[in-house]
């Protein structure tokens, strides 16, 4: 199934950037939601399924989405995954130190603060834009994600 990933766009358009360190690469890290949704608009005009994959805002994303994707074809199911804080925290700071992260994403180590202020004003939540929710606390036993996932998608399906 075509997966879209936010992260994975803006590091493609990023490469094809001479200088990643350039303003052009910064300013394209922010046109990966858009592509992102735009793809998933000329996907959503087929039959088939397709993944999206980013951390959406609730607020301006969820509606943006319903407007892009055509929803005549599309049964939408959304899975949001969270955890604690603290462990979200812990998850950001350790991807962003790998030395297999992608220079499109900057420096994400300095961006901790912003992100724990994000937490604390609840901006991460679901988008409720379809008639199929899943949500998953992956604090505890993150190993049976993809048992919980796979159940639901079987009932939906």
Known sequence: MPHLSRDILTEWLCDSVDDPDSSLASALCHVGYDMMFKVAGELSKG????LLEGCINPVSGG?????TINTDNQDIIEIFIT??????L??????????????AHGEEKSRVEELRNHLKTCIYKPLNVGRHLLEIDSSEFPDKNLDLTL???RKVS
Not at 90 to 103: I, L, P, T, V
Request: charged residues 40%; without cysteine; glycine residues 6%.
């Open 47 to 50: 039959k088939g399924s397709f």
């Open 63 to 67: 509606k943006r989405l319903l407007q």
């Open 83 to 88: 955890a604690r804080d603290e462990i979200l």
């Open 90 to 103: 812990e998850r950001y700071y350790n991807r962003a130190g790998s030395k297999n992260r992608h220079e």
């Open 151 to 153: 159940e639901f998608l």
